[in-house]
Each structure stands twice: as C-alpha cells, then as structure tokens.
C-alpha cells in the first residue's frame, strides 16, 4: 500500500553575521532536494549577496517568506553559519540544523541548541573518509579561499607575478612562498604558479612533500628534526614539539627574507591558529613584500594580522580576512550548497520522508539531541 506522507520542510534563513555573504542553498540545490519530494522555503533575501535573487529561487520551485513564515513547521533548517535559536522557534520539535558551528570557540551556542531541542550539525565536523569527501565543507570553501589569497595578494603586491622579457629588459618573477600545504595551500601553490611565480611551500606533515612537487613548487622542509609521517587527527596537522618548532623557525627566517609573497594556512581545530612568522621575520623581507594571513579569523599565522584590513610592518603589508571564501560568494554558496545537499540526501528515504544518519557520519556531526549535548569531542 502507498502511503501519501507529507513532505519534509526545509527552511534556509538569510545569514545574519557581520560579512557573511554565502547563503545555504542555490536555485539548483532547490530542485534537487525537489526532486526527493521536500518542500523548500527561503527567506525574502537570503541570496542577495551571492547574486541570487528570490525570483530565481521561485522559479526552481521554492517559497518565499519572511523568516517566521520560512520557519514555521520546519524538519530541516539550513545555513551557512549556525541562525541564533530565537529564529527557529516556529520550527518542529526536534528538528535538523545543518550549518557551521564553530563548536570548541562557540560551546555556549551549542549549549543554547540542546535546551531548545533542537538537532545541531555540525559540518565542520565531518569526518575525512572517503565517502564524504562530497560533503566536506571545510575542504571545498578552503580551496576557495586558498585562490583568493594569491589574487589579493597578488591585487596589493606593487610588481608583476610572472617574468616578463621586454625591449626595455627584463621583469623577475615573484617569489611565492605557502605555509600550510592543506586544501587551501595546494590551491594556493596552483594559482601562484599559474600567474607565473616562482613557489615554494612547506608544511609540518612530511608526506606533503610529494604534492607540494607534483604542483611544480619547491619544497622546503626540515630535514635535521623529524616531522609528522602522515596526516594528523582529521586530516590536519597537530601540534609539533618544541625542538621542531626551533628548527622550523631558523628555516623560514632564512627563506621568507627572499621571499615578495608568503600565504599561511595553518589551523589546529579547537585551538588558537600556531604563530608562524614573528616580527622580526616580518623585518627581514623586502619593503613591498605581502603575506595574506588565511589564519587571521582564529587569531593568525602572522604576528601582528588583524582580520579585514591591510596592516603595514617594516614595510611589508600583511592583510587576512574574516571570510575570504565568502569574497567569492556565488561560487562559495554553490559549493557550500551542493555540500549540504550530498550529506542530506546520502541518508534520505524517499519512503518515508525521513534522514536517518548512520553512525560513523552521524555521530561526528551531530552535536545536540534530544535536549543534550551528545558530542563526544565536546563532552571529553
């Protein structure tokens, strides 16, 4: 016998934090969770800044509401960044958040989600297998923000990237140095040698060396005290010993003095972002020279960033942003979107209208249930 049930609703907000340009879900994401029989309502707006229009939106079949109406009678709200809990109060009891939620910074927020019986899921804390490496959000808006560093950083740099041969002689190629060799270093690596740098990188995970190559970058690595083999917890590299560190330091000195461009990357979940360049290291590059601090949102990479402006030390300007995905926001909502729509739909039953996440996927994402705070990364 078919039984007619009624279709899961699913709510996307407009973002409310300061910068955020993204937005959770595209006019193709819109039909393809359609397709699976939902019911998808946007609030007025929400994709202004990615270039979406409620229009486009409407014609790929979802509602438009204000945020009240968009809310009320939801199973699954969407976002980008975690909506504050006083907009969901329309929602179903018990019903699904997937977003970002920055747990280890923003414990209090995911306290907040457990009182309201609300289900957090936590994207950034999808795991690194294989198959959820379509789901992965932090993987596909670091490679964004790897590309755009080299291009703000190439906008501020005063001089050309690539050698240039004229009548009038002959320009020098820029040099580019990557500290970090993650999805954003490696994209990073990729956009510098394609606007004709010459690019080095390094990275504290020894077995980054072989990728650092194949992308046509020198690799710089410590070679007297020994590295991480492999990938740390994750995916990421860890926290290294004191004596690595020292000798890590002495290597970048020597080299970041050459450099005209340097892009850090390094993050440690849960934790403050490792210092990588000091002042005096600043000191020792040439005036003119630029470092785009991607670390800066988590307290920096670089001695002295500050997040959404273009700092000036000893001559060499260092910027960072808050955001820099969301610099890119059509594409980074796209991305950001289909993320969302490959997780949800890998566990859909058309059946019965419901998402049952499995354990190893679920487990690690799922932060809140049932009035609790079930996470075991947060609970430890």
Known sequence: MLIDLPGVRIAILKERAAGESRVAITPETVKKFAALGATLAVEKGAGEAASIADADYKGAGAEIGSADKVVEGADIILGVQAPDVSLLKGANAGAMVAATFDPFMQKDRVDVYAKAGLEALSMEFMPRIT???????????????????????????????????????????????????????????????????????????????????????????????????????????????????????????????????????????????PVLITDAQIASMKPGSVIFDLAVAQGGNVEGSKPDEVVERHGVKIVGYSNTAGHLAADSSALFSRNLFNFLSAFWDKETGRVELDEEIGDAVRLTQGGKVVNERLLG
Request: hydrophobic letters at 45%; proline letters at 1%.
């Open 131 to 273: 198959r959820a490496q379509s789901m992965d959000v932090l993987s596909s808006q670091s490679n964004l923000a790897g590309y755009k560093a080299v291009l703000v950083a190439a906008n501020i740099y005063g001089r050309a990237f690539p050698m240039m041969m004229t009548a009038a002689g002959t320009v020098s190629a820029a040099r580019a140095f990557i500290m970090g060799v993650g999805v954003a270093g490696l994209q990073a690596i990729a956009t510098a040698k394609r606007l004709g740098a010459q690019v080095s990188a390094t990275d504290v995970r020894s077995a980054t060396k072989e990728q650092i190559q194949s992308l046509g970058a020198k690799a710089i690595f410590v070679e007297s005290v020994e590295g991480i083999e492999g990938e740390g917890s994750g995916g990421y590299a860890t926290e290294m010993s004191d004596e690595y560190k020292a000798a890590q330091a002495e290597l970048v000195s020597s080299h970041i003095s050459k450099q005209d461009i340097v892009i850090t990357t390094a993050l440690i979940p849960g934790r403050a972002a």
